[in-house]
């Protein structure tokens, strides 16, 4: 696979604690962080539950569906190398948990709150796959 080198992409700081978010993304898989103690999630990642403060952290791989439950559309100032309007979600992910991502395959002024939305994978670099949320086909689960 071949991709166009945009070094400009801001790359995310990935540490022991996120290190298998990433990863996931790689292999298309959209991971969460949950505590092994108490089986909270957790998005971003971190080193501690706020919960029941347990340090033994595993991950589990979310279906990728959700709704939306904030979003902003960014048009000024455009920023390379992303494009705009960049419509900006707060996906509410049906494991229970929000993660924030870009919403794409949209007119930006037909999003909705509470907007179906599935996750999908942007590969923007050789060693750089990001996450994204396209509408979900078929409106809302039965
Ligand atoms: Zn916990």
Do not use: K
């Not at 022991?16 to 978010?21: G, L, Q």
């Amino acid at each position: 696979m071949t991709h166009e080198r945009r070094p400009s992409i801001p790359r995310p700081g990935i540490t022991d604690d996120n290190r298998f978010f990433w990863e996931g993304l790689r292999r298309r898989e959209l991971r969460l962080q949950r505590c092994a103690a108490c089986h909270r999630l957790q998005h971003p990642p971190l080193p501690m539950c706020p919960a029941c403060h347990g340090l033994e952290m595993e991950s589990v791989r979310a279906s990728g569906r959700g709704t939306v439950h904030s979003y902003v559309v960014a048009e000024h100032p455009a920023i390379p190398p992303f494009s705009y309007p960049n419509v900006i979600v707060l996906v509410e992910l049906e494991e229970g948990t929000r993660l924030v991502s870009r919403l794409v395959g949209v007119d930006p002024e037909a999003v909705t709150i509470g907007m179906p939305v599935t996750a999908d994978f942007e590969d923007v670099a050789d060693d750089l796959t990001l996450h994204v949320f396209r509408p979900a086909d078929g409106g809302p689960d039965a």
